[in-house]
């Protein structure tokens, strides 16, 4: 203890060229750093690729939405959505360069809006690769190729993300075996495309192209879509719609290999259970398994920092690792990698470097798939609250019987809340909807204030929205009826 007081001593008297770097632009890095300086610490942030956001705004969040937001409006338009409303569109067709330079131009406001920030805030930006090379060091290798660049600071935070995890035996080339990256990018409508993984990504993907024309097929190693954290009863739900829409499943099976033939390329798959092969085939092979932690040549070892077991960052409360002067947040460390995730932890961290105390509770963050329906959740489900032994009421209320969704002719779906059967306290809220993305935001701000599902249920809603299903849900945990069904 006395060692590590003299240590702490001999900083504070120490003068720092920076207070802080952050290492990486995407949502929590870039946010941290606003943060930071807002809080009046000198702050730089180093990033590796030439424009700021990181995955997330350059080839995730914010170009997937872009393609699933203007795909739907294709299929509204092609399908004859719109001619049941009264909206007669003869000669519909796709122009997807244009759909592409609409994702990109909205890539490239968001992106040149955070280098405004940063300079409104008085953020340091430097371009090129940061290594940690001591405690209080780091040492960045400058894109233009000019040299290296040392920056002196106190503290250092690493909010590097993360990348694909690669699928073992598969080689990605972007073009017809694709990340997420490259299926954001293909130049032209595949007839047909397997996606290998039915959660967040690889469904939102497929929608995209399967709402453009595509043939889409997910194999799934487990028993439900989604992924992890997802209920299952709005699991089963979900795939249902999406069957009814035209993706088709393989689930309970696994991908053993993949060719390249003269008519595009064959998928070798067998069953978990059984071990029954078979081969499928298609133009398009999008390799979708989940994402790991970005930490090469980060230079942990030159300060101490080991990984755990999942190549994550082991971190305290204060998101600050083995070497004191060193933080992580976001998809390097523990808990799901989601960009809202990544900037709360961005901004407590800083609050904790200025002497605030760090909080955040992991189980009020929500979590959205942007499909149409769109999934949302936050909370238990009801799977965990039964292992746990948690006694608890259950309150559903359809969209089928919502006077909005109704005049929107968007009825599939419903609003599943969870409350203690005891205290009447809300657990958890799951929802499949046209705008379930949204309303999950009341939800989480419910959960953050401890509310029950009775105070849900007597604030008023104003009528007609969609969020007035919510309430009914609610008034169904609570008093075991609601009052429009």
Same mark, same amino acid.
């Given at each position: 203890?006395?060692?590590?007081? *003299?240590?702490?001593?001999?900083?504070?008297?120490?003068?720092?060229?920076?207070?802080? /770097?952050?290492?990486?632009?995407?949502?929590?890095?870039?946010? *941290?750093?606003?943060?930071?300086?807002?809080?009046?610490?000198?702050?730089?942030?180093?990033?590796?690729?030439?424009?700021?956001?990181?995955?997330?705004?350059?080839?995730?969040?914010?170009?997937?939405? @872009? #393609?699933?937001?203007?795909?739907?409006?294709?299929?509204?338009?092609?399908?004859?959505?719109?001619?049941?409303?009264? #909206?007669?569109?003869? =000669?519909?067709?796709?122009?997807?360069?244009?759909?592409?330079?609409?994702? $990109?131009?909205? +890539?490239?406001?968001?992106?040149?809006?955070?280098?405004?920030?940063?300079?409104?805030?008085?953020?340091?930006?430097?371009?090129?690769?940061?290594?940690?090379?001591?405690?209080?060091?780091?040492?960045?290798?400058?894109?233009? =190729? $000019?040299?290296?660049?040392?920056?002196?600071?106190?503290?250092?935070?690493?909010?590097?993300?993360?990348?694909?995890? !690669?699928?073992?035996?598969?080689?990605?080339?972007?073009?017809? /075996?694709?990340? @997420?990256?490259?299926?954001?990018?293909?130049?032209?409508? !595949?007839?047909?495309?397997?996606?290998?993984?039915?959660? +967040?990504?690889?469904?939102?993907?497929?929608?995209?192209?399967?709402?453009?024309?595509?043939?889409?097929?997910?194999?799934?190693?487990?028993?439900?879509?989604?992924?992890?954290?997802?209920?299952?009863?709005?699991?089963?739900?979900?795939?249902?719609?999406?069957?009814?829409?035209?993706?088709?499943?393989?689930?309970?099976?696994?991908?053993?290999?993949?060719?390249?033939?003269?008519?595009?390329?064959?998928?070798?798959?067998?069953?978990?259970? =059984?071990?029954?092969?078979?081969? #499928?085939?298609?133009?398009?092979?999008?390799? $979708?398994?989940?994402?790991?932690?970005?930490?090469?040549?980060? =230079?942990?070892?030159?300060?101490?920092?080991?990984?755990?077991?999942?190549?994550?960052?082991?971190?305290?409360?204060?998101?600050?690792?083995?070497?004191?002067?060193?933080?992580?947040?976001?998809? +390097?460390?523990?808990? !799901?990698?989601?960009?809202?995730?990544?900037?709360?932890?961005?901004?407590?961290?800083?609050?904790?470097?200025?002497?605030?105390?760090?909080?955040?509770?992991?189980?009020?963050?929500?979590?959205?798939?942007?499909?149409? !329906?769109?999934?949302?959740?936050?909370?238990?489900?009801?799977?965990?609250?039964?292992?746990?032994?948690?006694?608890?009421?259950?309150?559903?209320?359809?969209?089928? *019987?919502?006077?909005?969704?109704? *005049?929107?002719?968007?009825?599939?779906?419903?609003?599943?809340?969870?409350?203690?059967?005891?205290?009447?306290?809300?657990?958890?809220?799951?929802?499949?909807?046209?705008?379930?993305?949204?309303?999950?935001?009341?939800?989480?701000?419910?959960?953050?204030?401890?509310?029950?599902?009775?105070?849900?249920?007597?604030?008023?809603?104003?009528?007609?929205?969609?969020?007035?299903?919510?309430?009914?849900?609610?008034?169904?945990?609570?008093?075991?009826?609601?009052?429009?069904?």
């Amino acid at each position: 203890m006395m060692l590590r007081g *003299a240590r702490r001593l001999a900083l504070s008297s120490r003068a720092f060229s920076t207070d802080v /770097v952050v290492i990486g632009s995407g949502p929590g890095g870039y946010v *941290a750093a606003i943060k930071a300086a807002q809080l009046g610490l000198k702050t730089v942030c180093v990033e590796k690729d030439p424009t700021l956001g990181g995955t997330c705004l350059n080839v995730g969040c914010i170009p997937s939405k @872009s #393609l699933l937001n203007n795909s739907h409006y294709y299929h509204m338009a092609h399908s004859g959505d719109l001619t049941n409303r009264g #909206l007669d569109m003869d =000669g519909v067709k796709l122009n997807l360069p244009r759909m592409m330079e609409a994702k $990109s131009t909205a +890539v490239k406001q968001l992106t040149s809006g955070i280098a405004h920030l940063f300079k409104q805030n008085s953020v340091t930006r430097v371009n090129g690769h940061g290594t940690i090379t001591g405690p209080n060091e780091v040492t960045v290798n400058l894109s233009d =190729g $000019s040299g290296q660049q040392r920056i002196d600071t106190k503290n250092i935070l690493i909010a590097t993300g993360s990348e694909v995890t !690669p699928f073992p035996g598969i080689e990605i080339d972007e073009k017809t /075996v694709v990340s @997420s990256t490259g299926a954001l990018s293909l130049t032209e409508v !595949p007839k047909r495309m397997i996606v290998i993984g039915a959660g +967040v990504i690889g469904l939102e993907l497929g929608s995209v192209w399967q709402r453009l024309g595509t043939e889409v097929t997910a194999v799934e190693f487990l028993g439900h879509v989604g992924g992890q954290g997802i209920d299952m009863d709005v699991s089963k739900n979900f795939q249902r719609i999406l069957k009814k829409q035209g993706v088709k499943f393989n689930m309970g099976t696994k991908v053993t290999g993949a060719t390249k033939t003269a008519s595009g390329i064959a998928v070798d798959i067998e069953t978990v259970k =059984g071990g029954k092969a078979s081969t #499928l085939e298609c133009d398009v092979l999008l390799v $979708s398994v989940g994402r790991r932690p970005f930490t090469d040549n980060l =230079g942990l070892e030159n300060v101490g920092v080991s990984l755990d077991e999942r190549g994550r960052i082991p971190t305290n409360e204060r998101f600050q690792t083995s070497c004191e002067s060193v933080y992580a947040i976001g998809d +390097v460390i523990a808990g !799901p990698m989601l960009a809202h995730k990544a900037e709360d932890e961005g901004i407590i961290c800083m609050e904790g470097l200025t002497g605030g105390k760090p909080h955040i509770d992991y189980n009020c963050v929500p979590s959205v798939i942007y499909t149409h !329906p769109e999934v949302a959740w936050v909370g238990k489900t009801e799977e965990m609250l039964k292992e746990e032994g948690t006694p608890y009421n259950v309150g559903k209320f359809p969209f089928s *019987a919502n006077s909005r969704a109704r *005049a929107n002719a968007d009825i599939d779906g419903f609003v599943k809340v969870l409350g203690h059967k005891e205290t009447d306290r809300l657990l958890g809220v799951h929802i499949v909807g046209g705008a379930a993305g949204e309303m999950i935001n009341e939800a989480a701000l419910a959960m953050e204030y401890g509310a029950s599902c009775e105070d849900i249920a007597r604030v008023c809603h104003a009528h007609p929205t969609v969020s007035e299903a919510f309430r009914e849900a609610n008034l169904s945990a609570f008093f075991g009826k609601a009052i429009n069904m």
